[in-house]
């Protein structure tokens, strides 16, 4: 048997397959259990157990039958608009299916990506002591994931900003679509007036895969060194791509028309990380993570 055995949920999507490919090039140290609805999460020859989040049984089991020594829960249910239509499957999949995941694992070291989107934006930087107050259905349900967690021992809430760059999957996101429109010269209107701090992904999942490997319990905000606007960082893509940033348009989020209100400056406070774990640190963004393509 490995020494480790990582539990990895939502390994077909963007932060999940890269945590999977970083783990799988370490070799036979790590076994690896990619749950996912889809048999292909990126990187050959990982085990898939096909999985839905909203069937708890079936999450128990699959769970309590691998054993693993540490689980980075990072499947969820994340469009915020589809959180708001379908507000009781996102309690389910995002608050219930953690609950379950985390009782099932008892005695793993657990880590849970949780968003900046639990605050609701109007006093960043966010430390890891401020009151949650989310703006949204999908922040609702994962600042009651955290709540979930808080008396479960072992556990890590890891509090992530908004994540760019390549999926190691075939997920076609907003940021491989927002690359392909520049690519194309196609007109982008991007909010000039909603701040974050990016992380790029493969910094992420190394900060998750450090975390998960540490005895940190709680919670944590990992957070990129950089307040920009979407606007603000697409224009630094186009820049970095030497492709002309003239057709990006600045909009504000007050202009369009949204069914829950958009949080205004979200960045988080990473000093804690920062100082605990200075080798994990993400970097600003640079060449790199806009190299290849989506898939490769
Ligand atoms: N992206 C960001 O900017 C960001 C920022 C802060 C925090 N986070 C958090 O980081 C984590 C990963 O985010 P991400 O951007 O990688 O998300 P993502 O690309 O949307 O991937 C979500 C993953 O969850 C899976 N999933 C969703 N609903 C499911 C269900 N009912 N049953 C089984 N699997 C299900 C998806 O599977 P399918 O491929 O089958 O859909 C996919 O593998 C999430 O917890 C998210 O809340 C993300």
Redesign the pocket.
């Known amino acids: 048997m490995s020494a480790q055995r990582w539990l990895i949920?939502?390994?077909?999507?963007?932060?999940?397959s890269h945590v999977v490919r970083q783990l799988a090039t370490e070799g036979r140290g790590v076994a690896i259990l990619a749950l996912?609805?889809?048999p292909d999460v990126g990187t050959e020859g990982v085990a898939v157990r096909q999985?839905?989040?909203?069937d708890l049984d079936a999450l128990y089991a699959a769970v309590t039958e691998f054993k693993p020594t540490h689980v980075a829960h990072?499947?969820?249910?994340?469009a915020v608009g589809d959180c708001h239509r379908q507000p009781a499957v996102a309690e389910r999949?995002n608050i219930e299916a953690t609950r379950v995941l985390a009782v099932a694992a008892a005695g793993a070291r657990f880590v849970f990506?949780?968003?900046?989107?639990v605050f609701d934006g109007e006093a960043a930087p966010y430390g890891e002591a401020d009151l949650p107050r989310p703006l949204s259905h999908y922040g609702r349900t994962?600042a009651a994931a955290e709540q979930a967690l808080a008396d479960i021992p072992n556990t890590l809430v890891v509090r992530?900003?908004?994540?760019y760059g390549f999926?190691r999957s075939r997920?076609q996101?907003t940021f491989v679509q927002q690359i392909a429109a520049l690519r194309a010269g196609q007109p982008l209107r991007l909010f000039s007036d909603e701040h974050r701090t990016p992380v790029w992904l493969a910094d992420a999942a190394r900060a998750v895969i450090g975390l998960a490997r540490s005895g940190l319990s709680g919670v944590i905000h990992v957070s990129g060194p950089q307040r920009l606007s979407r606007y603000e960082l697409l224009a630094r893509c186009a820049d970095l791509l030497g492709l002309p940033a003239r057709h990006l348009v600045a909009v504000s989020r007050l202009d369009i028309a949204a069914a829950e209100p958009r949080p205004a400056d979200l960045s988080l406070d990473g000093r804690r990380f920062a100082e605990a774990f200075p080798q994990l640190v993400p970097g600003p963004l640079h060449a790199d993570a806009l190299a290849g393509e989506s898939y490769t």
């Open positions: 949920t939502g390994a077909s999507g963007q932060l999940g996912a609805r889809q999985a839905e989040l909203a990072l499947g969820a249910m994340t999949v990506s949780s968003t900046d989107m994962k992530i900003p908004l994540l999926p997920r996101t």
